[in-house]
């Protein structure tokens, strides 16, 4: 749900996934919202009434964590298939991963302030630095 905080509003139901949600993100823009699920998907929904969505399909596995970019132009995502995934989010298309980023699941992922670095953590109990641009 998204909550409009006008008292005479109601707030949005974005429905669609086919299993728990895991992680929701808002664009900086707030343009777009971004949930990944148990369902092995990620959504990007429109921030409207209507709540119209596209389904990114990168990961194998549940998609524990998301991160915009600062700009909000890219997708980080993380997932029990212990990939790392960055999708583009104008087009909806995938970029690149770091695949066998983590020997166990991902729970968590974050791009830095200025989109150089991305840390991961993981059920393997390690934190991992990757620089973006040389994607180690």
């Known amino acids: ?12 139901r974005f429905v669609g996934h086919k299993g728990p ?12 919202i971004a949930s990944c699920s148990a369902d ?3 959504r990007l929904w429109n921030n409207t009434v209507e709540g119209h969505s596209q389904v990114v399909k990168t990961h194998s596995a549940a998609v ?3 991160s915009f ?9 993380g997932s029990d298939d212990k990939q790392l995934k960055i ?18 699941w991902i729970r ?7 989109t150089r670095l991305i840390a991961s953590g993981s059920d393997d109990k390690t934190v991992k630095l990757w ?3 040389s994607r180690q």
């Open 87 to 104: 999708t583009q989010v104008a087009d909806r298309k995938f970029l690149f991963s770091i695949s066998a980023a983590h020997t166990n």
């Open 1 to 12: 749900m998204v909550w409009n905080f006008k008292p005479t509003m109601r707030p949005f």
């Open 131 to 133: 620089d973006f641009s």
């Open 108 to 114: 968590a992922c974050q791009f830095s302030p200025d």
């Open 40 to 42: 092995s998907t990620i």
């Open 21 to 32: 949600v895991y992680d929701v993100k808002v664009a900086p823009q707030g343009n777009v």
């Open 69 to 77: 970019s600062s700009n909000g132009q890219l997708l980080l995502s």
């Open 64 to 66: 524990r964590s998301l």
